[in-house]
């Protein structure tokens, strides 16, 4: 996959700052809100809800691109223990800021970001590559399949 090495982003996304730093990965998209406590393997990071549409797939090492959180407030403590694990994702991109995704953030300690120009959710596919500078309120998208 190219990175901004051999070409610019095929898009830039600008935002608001969660949890501040610089990281570049592989896009995981879902459309679906994560259920941190009952919906994940906090072993893996593997979502494990029922009828979800990323069932059985991991988040670890991926920029988790979702709507957000939902469940109860053991959501931050089941993220928390993908950090102890290894299989935390890399940055979160979510739209709708709530306690759970703000705290799950905190504690994961990954670049998040929130409060897009533009839908993450209408631009990032999965497999596409993103770098998300959190401090800089940017992410740039390189799409996977070349321009879109």
């Keep these: 996959m190219a990175t901004a090495e051999t070409r610019a982003p095929d898009l830039v996304i600008r935002g608001r700052k969660v949890v501040g730093g610089l990281v570049e990965g592989e896009a995981l998209v879902t459309r679906?809100?994560?259920?941190?406590?009952?919906?994940?393997?906090?072993?893996?990071?593997?979502v494990i809800e029922n009828h979800h549409e990323l069932k059985g797939i991991s988040f670890a090492g991926k920029?988790?691109?979702?709507?957000g959180a939902k469940?109860?407030?053991g959501w931050s403590g089941a993220f928390h223990t993908t950090k102890l694990t290894g299989s935390a994702p890399l940055a979160m991109l979510f739209n709708v800021t709530t306690?759970?995704?703000?705290?799950?953030?905190?504690?994961?300690?990954?670049?998040?970001?929130t409060d897009f120009e533009s839908d993450p959710l209408d631009a990032i596919a999965t497999g596409d590559w993103v770098r998300v500078d959190a401090d800089?309120?940017?992410?740039?998208?390189?799409?996977?399949?070349?321009?879109?």
């Design 63 to 67: 920029v988790l691109v979702f709507p």
């Design 71 to 73: 469940g109860s407030s």
């Design 99 to 113: 306690t759970k995704a703000a705290l799950g953030a905190v504690v994961l300690r990954v670049p998040t970001m």
């Design 32 to 46: 679906q809100t994560i259920s941190g406590w009952g919906g994940i393997n906090s072993m893996t990071g593997t």
């Design 136 to 148: 800089l309120g940017l992410v740039q998208v390189w799409k996977a399949n070349g321009r879109d």
